[in-house]
């Protein structure tokens, strides 16, 4: 079909690169390219986006022109809710600037943004204090931690240690990373680096980086108990609609479209609401 699936979940979505390479002699544009892309991906949602949810499932889709997309799924152990995050590989203009075509979960507080516009500044001074000598980083990240922040700012230094991160700000020192986006794709920059310099370059420079969460409610027609908004039933049946003439026009066998037509209406009759005389 044309259409190739790399990744998936836990361990095996360590195996993208292998999986994308592996195919790239069928694809029209230069695997490594499509590499980088599925490991931005991950690289943003994991420490460009800090939202409190873990990823643990990356889907990378293509095709034989190179067009791709990426699905991948994070968890919150506390709240135990899931968010979805898709990107489409037509809407991606900057890996570390508005990247996502949607990102699907309810929206919650604490979340360090620096891949929205408004932290454009941030993005920029974070990648030029990671050109300081490490030890300096070091002696501000322990003055910061002396300091008391208000109660509801949403970055916390609690969990860095200045010492662990000496290595990471040594390569940084000697990569001198040119921008934001070959900083965060750096091997071994993770959240708690991109933190600690968010944080510098807030208090120290007033470069303050995005804390509004991006993520947007996930229900395409609404909830049955009116949350986000009432169940919008015109919409609601037009996808209906939709999905059946696809079936019947899909390149299948009958007894394929037969079996989905009927899947299709056994679902409608179980989601329609039963009216009573």
């Given amino acids: 079909m044309g259409l190739f699936v790399a990744g998936g979940k836990g361990r095996t979505s360590r195996k993208t690169p292998e999986e994308i390479e592996r195919v790239g002699h069928l694809v029209e544009r230069e695997a490594h390219e499509l590499v980088y892309a599925s490991r931005m991906a ?19 889709i293509f095709n034989r022109e190179g067009v791709w ?23 991606v203009e900057d890996f570390v600037c508005e990247p996502h075509a949607a990102i699907c979960c309810d ?3 604490n979340t360090l943004n620096m891949v929205a516009q408004e932290s454009e500044a941030a ?3 974070s990648t030029l204090i990671s050109h300081e000598k490490p030890e300096r980083l070091v002696k501000e990240i322990k003055r910061l931690q002396s300091l008391h922040l208000p109660s509801h700012h949403q ?17 940084t020192y000697e990569r001198q990373p040119q921008n934001f986006e070959e900083l965060l794709g750096m091997q071994g920059v993770g959240p708690k680096t991109i933190r600690a310099l968010s944080l510098i370059s ?6 303050q980086p995005s804390f509004n ?8 027609h609404g909830g049955k108990d009116g949350h986000p908004y009432p169940v919008d039933r015109a919409q609601y049946d037009h996808t209906i609609e939709i999905l059946e003439r696809a079936a019947r026009r899909a390149k299948v066998g009958d007894r394929e479209r037969v079996a989905a037509l009927r899947r299709l209406a056994s679902w409608e009759a179980r989601t329609r609401p ?4």
């Fill in 202 to 207: 807030e208090l120290l420079y007033g470069a």
């Fill in 155 to 171: 970055v916390s230094l609690e969990e860095i240690h200045p010492h662990r991160l000496q290595k990471i700000f040594l390569s």
């Fill in 213 to 220: 969460d991006p993520a947007r409610f996930s229900f395409a």
């Fill in 107 to 109: 929206s919650q507080g």
């Fill in 69 to 91: 997309c990426v699905v991948q799924q994070g968890m919150n152990t506390e709240t135990r809710l899931a968010r979805r995050y898709h990107w489409l590989s037509e809407g």
């Fill in 42 to 60: 991950a690289k943003v949602d994991t420490a460009g986006l800090q939202d409190g949810y873990q990823i643990y499932h990356h889907t990378f």
């Fill in 274 to 277: 039963t009216t009573h005389y």
């Fill in 123 to 125: 993005r920029r001074v």
